[in-house]
């Protein structure tokens, strides 16, 4: 199984002189270089990174890292433009005729996270956490009777509860091809700007065969990184605790073997 990280983009709203996101360093280790080891951890074969901005710094963070078998980088020269464009370009990767995973490159989170979407026996399976603070900004997954109903920064369905989206998904060959094909009806008709989770959105609604389910996290640390306060809210009060949990998982070989046994 193979894993898509998108992280192409210039990150222009920390609003500073700041590297790639996937460069960012907490507690001496890179984004980039947390989620090798998270992926590595529950047996993913092989990360095919969407790069462009800084694609060079990218690049010898990787050769540094040692995992220059591992991750293949896939470059957008248009990475100006929305995340859509990035995943279009690494179509062939994303369609590759067996479920992959799909997942933002700018999040700092537990390994706990990615196993619950592993794990969670489903075709298709996307992560919410209840625990976040509504606006416009959070992408919203909005469940009804223990079924997902809408998704988005904007939820326009009556529902039970809503959640934030972590921005992982597990997806199935058919839906990948799916979300493929949504996104070259999008730059069809020029509409370079759109990210990619209008084609989740649009592809959820389109056919029960590709219906999502959910896992809740809630209670698990995590941050995604968009402005420059969640830099300091990763390293202050994220990390602490995720330090918390890898003492407690590389410190006592028990807890070691309960989580090698979700490899997959």
């Known amino acids: 199984m193979r894993?898509?990280?998108?992280?192409?983009?210039?990150?222009?709203?920390?609003?500073?002189?700041?590297?790639?996101?996937?460069?960012?360093?907490?507690?001496?280790?890179?984004?980039?270089?947390?989620?090798?080891?998270?992926?590595q951890l529950y047996g993913i074969k092989q990360l095919?990174?969407?790069?462009?901005?800084?694609?060079?710094?990218?690049?010898?963070e990787i050769m540094s890292l040692g995992a220059g078998e591992f991750v293949k980088p896939v470059y957008?020269?248009?990475?100006?433009?929305?995340?859509?464009?990035?995943?279009?370009?690494?179509?062939?990767?994303?369609?590759?005729?067996?479920?992959?995973?799909?997942m933002d490159g700018d999040v700092l989170y537990d390994d706990r996270i990615l196993g619950r979407l592993l794990?969670?026996?489903?075709?298709?399976?996307?992560?919410l956490d209840r625990d976040f603070s509504p606006g416009e900004e959070p992408v919203k997954v909005a469940v009804r009777d223990g079924v997902i109903v809408d998704f988005g920064k904007i939820i326009g369905t009556e529902c039970d509860f809503f959640g934030e989206s972590v921005g992982f998904f597990y997806?199935?060959?058919?839906?990948?091809?799916?979300?493929?094909?949504?996104?070259?009806?999008?730059?069809?008709?020029?509409?370079?700007?759109?990210?990619?989770?209008?084609?989740?959105?649009?592809?959820?609604?389109?056919?029960?065969?590709?219906?999502?389910?959910?896992?809740?996290?809630?209670?698990?640390?995590?941050?995604?990184?968009d402005f420059s306060r969640d830099i300091e809210q990763a390293r202050n009060v994220i990390l602490p605790r995720i330090r918390k949990k890898l003492g407690k998982v590389f410190g006592v070989g028990d807890q070691w073997q309960v989580d090698q046994q979700f490899a997959i």
């Open 3 to 39: 894993a898509i990280i998108l992280a192409a983009g210039r990150g222009i709203r920390l609003n500073g002189d700041y590297p790639p996101k996937i460069l960012l360093e907490f507690d001496g280790k890179s984004l980039l270089a947390r989620h090798i080891e998270t992926l």
């Open 48 to 60: 095919s990174l969407g790069v462009g901005y800084q694609r060079a710094k990218i690049d010898q």
């Open 119 to 127: 794990n969670s026996g489903h075709q298709n399976c996307l992560l």
């Open 171 to 225: 997806l199935s060959a058919h839906t990948a091809e799916a979300i493929i094909a949504c996104i070259e009806n999008y730059l069809d008709q020029g509409r370079h700007d759109r990210p990619y989770e209008d084609a989740i959105h649009d592809v959820m609604g389109a056919s029960s065969d590709t219906g999502f389910a959910f896992e809740d996290i809630t209670g698990l640390p995590w941050i995604e990184i």
């Open 76 to 102: 957008n020269e248009d990475f100006l433009q929305s995340n859509c464009v990035t995943l279009w370009k690494m179509r062939d990767q994303l369609c590759c005729g067996e479920p992959v995973l799909l």
